[in-house]
């Protein structure tokens, strides 16, 4: 569905000293810098999936989206969205895809929200039984009655967001794009707004990029995620592999039948914590299984009741990859 291979976009700005010489000097001889903010990267996302596009402040992941949207022409590489290239069919394309920017909005800020949508209605030639199946869908899991004749401007952050992302989904596009669709949102319309971008991926099969700071959207919604650094991937697969490549560490509750004293483990795990004879927290690698471990316990006969591993935690592998610690 999107196929994107050596894709870069470098940015020239212009240097300039601070001060009022500074100003004269770039007039007369302006030194300039490149940046390089998307830098040599491939990667191809199938029909139906929904991946998280990951990466520090900086990294080139808006830069990608405003290519893959047409917005911006790369300096070099190819990009197919549903076997169209972006920048050269911008208004073919516009029609198979839908972006949400969390950033800013894309309505018309002056208009009744009601208006904004009766323009893209005839802009996108959609018909009325469509349009009224469409909203009443948007009424219902974004709860829009409420602010629908409200002016765009006054909306709260979370009413523009939901419109936001309702208006770009009205025309049935086939692949979204969302930046940060879920920024400075309160944590209940966050899990709506969360709800929503999983239905629609999962009942309409649409076809998903999400960029987000929040390892809670990305735990929730997607399976594979690619991490950008600096304009280049460091990471693209799913998120199990990732926490596996990372040798992250697990928690391990476990809880006896009768007490143990004096826990002895197999290698590499070990006691965290005794919180009674009857309950231990462990930790191992979690690319370590867990069989190790029963194997271990058995032969020191003690008797297990009940067995847990904790999930590892995404956001502390995704901020040691961040920080350069490590090396994938
Ligand atoms: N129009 C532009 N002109 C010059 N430099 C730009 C332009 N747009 C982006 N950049 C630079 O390109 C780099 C990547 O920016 P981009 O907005 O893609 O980052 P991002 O990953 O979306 O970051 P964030 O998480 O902060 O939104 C940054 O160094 C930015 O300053
Ligand atoms: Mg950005």
Redesign the pocket.
């Given at each position: 569905m999107i196929k994107v291979s050596h894709l870069s976009k470098h940015?020239t700005?212009k240097k300039r000293e601070p001060g009022f010489l500074g100003s004269i000097k770039a007039l007369v001889h302006a030194e300039t810098e490149l940046?390089k903010?998307v830098d040599d990267v491939s990667f191809d996302i199938k029909k139906g999936e929904l991946v998280g596009y990951i990466?520090?402040?900086?990294?080139?992941?808006?830069?990608?989206i405003k290519m893959l949207t047409g917005i911006l022409t790369p300096t070099s590489g190819k990009i197919t969205v549903n076997g169209l290239d972006p920048s050269l069919n911008r208004k073919e394309n516009a029609f198979q895809i839908g972006v949400v920017f969390g950033q800013r909005t894309q309505l018309w800020i002056d208009l009744p929200v009601e208006e904004s949508f009766d323009l893209l209605k005839s802009i996108y030639k959609i018909d009325d039984a469509t349009y009224k199946r469409k909203m009443e869908f948007f009424f219902d899991l974004l709860s829009m009655k409420d602010f629908f004749k409200q002016q765009a401007r006054k909306l709260s952050l979370g009413q523009r967001m939901k419109a936001d992302l309702a208006a770009s989904l009205l025309h049935s596009p086939k692949v979204l794009f969302l930046d940060?669709p879920t920024i400075g949102l309160d944590l209940i319309v966050k899990e709506k707004v969360r709800e929503f971008i999983r239905q629609i991926n999962s009942e309409e099969k649409v076809t998903i990029i999400l960029?987000t700071?929040d390892v809670q959207d990305i735990e929730y919604l997607a399976n594979r995620i690619i991490i950008?650094d600096k304009g280049r991937i460091g990471y693209d697969g799913n998120i199990s592999n990732f926490n596996k490549l990372l040798g992250n560490e697990s928690v391990i509750n476990l809880h006896f039948t009768t007490g143990v004293s004096k826990l002895t483990l197999p290698k590499p795990f070990k006691v965290k914590e005794k919180i009674s004879d009857l309950n231990y927290v462990v930790t191992g690698p979690d690319k370590e299984p867990l069989s190790t471990l029963l194997n271990g316990l058995q032969k020191s006969k003690v008797k297990i009741k009940e067995i847990q591993r904790q999930k590892p935690d995404l956001g502390e592998a995704i901020k040691k990859m961040y920080a350069g610690k490590s090396e994938l």
């Open positions: 940015f700005i940046i903010a990466g520090p402040n900086g990294a080139g992941k808006s830069t990608t940060e960029t700071h950008l």
